[in-house]
């Protein structure tokens, strides 16, 4: 099936592709879908912008996070970026920086909590050094690059660079007119945390920089100001805990939490891995494979309680895909394409939110044929 930016239904073609893999848990056909519309939302088209989350207020406002500012997938100029759409993500205000730490913010989140109160997630690195000491020692690169690098990665001694290594959470009670300074919030994930329906805030992710680098999930009942590790997600026989990454959580219908794991461990490397908790995150049964090949995924649920997962695939066809779970996220739909037209596997990161008409926007990241920079780049599509 020819894929292009508008194909009108995005349905058999990766379910024969499916099939080939031997996806047999995948047991609903693919939902068919009508892409409206496919189009680049950065506005600053010089610079990298990496791992998005979308996010809509209850007043419907749609709020992006990503990491901006960037030279390069890895580099010491990450900061957080926040951009507003009052009109369902037809137009997008200018960027505003609301985090720049002292070294490399990357994947940042944002939700809405039950009171109003906006919570941006990150998680900061050193990765770029190894790069900066290789281009010191050889003396390849341009002079104005290497300096600019070097000043970056200056503007704080060694010993602060260390410290600033964390995973990190920014709140405003005033709409993100203002923003709190940053404070530990235990875990990461590409996406950040969840409002549940008792009121507490349930963050699924990662431990970053902390042995034993603990994957499970914390917890808040102040509204995002504090958090406490509530319970670790078990491994399957063989899987190396270290090798569970970047999940995202959703409450069903049913009264269920659903999470889903980057996994990169050898026995189905690279697929979404499934859990689920039936007592409001105390205790996770063991990951399964539900035959889903790409990462990471962000859950939604939506207006008539199916749940929708939407994620990156890093192999033909490069792009974007979803599938719908109208079980509660028992099993799941075959793909349904959102974008397919990549140039690299350096893309993905998809977050989707649905507005009032039932029509669905999803925001990725996709480093472009005509920039070497990444972009943000925007879906309009509904479920038909």
Known sequence: MPLTRR???KTTGAAAAAISLGLHRCVHAAAAAEIHETKVISHLSHRYHG???????????LLLVCSGGREAHVCPFGRVEL?????????????????????????????ETAKGTLLVTTFTSLAYESILKQAEQQGNWDKKRLAQWQAAHNRV???KRKAALGVWMIRSTDGGVTWSGRHDC????????????DGRLLYAGKDLWREPHRVGVCESTDDGQTWRWLAEVPTREGDDHNNYHELHAVETADGRIVAQIRNDNAKNNRETLQTESSDGGKTWATPRSIGVWGLPSHLLRMKDDRLLMSYGHRRAPLG????V?????RTWSEPIILSGDGISGDLGYPSTVQLDDGSLVTVWYERMKDSPDAQLRQARWELL
């Open 157 to 159: 001694g060694a010993e």
């Open 325 to 329: 779970s109208d079980d509660h996220g």
């Open 83 to 111: 951009m507003r759409s009052k009109d369902g993500g037809k137009a997008w205000s200018w960027p505003r920086v609301v985090m720049d730490g002292p070294i490399d913010d990357r994947d940042a989140g944002i939700v």
């Open 320 to 323: 974007n895909q979803a599938r």
């Open 51 to 61: 791992w998005p989350t979308l996010a809509r207020r209850r007043d419907g406002e």
């Open 186 to 197: 235990l875990v990461d994930s590409p996406h950040g945390p969840i409002q549940l329906s």
């Open 7 to 9: 194909s009108m239904l």
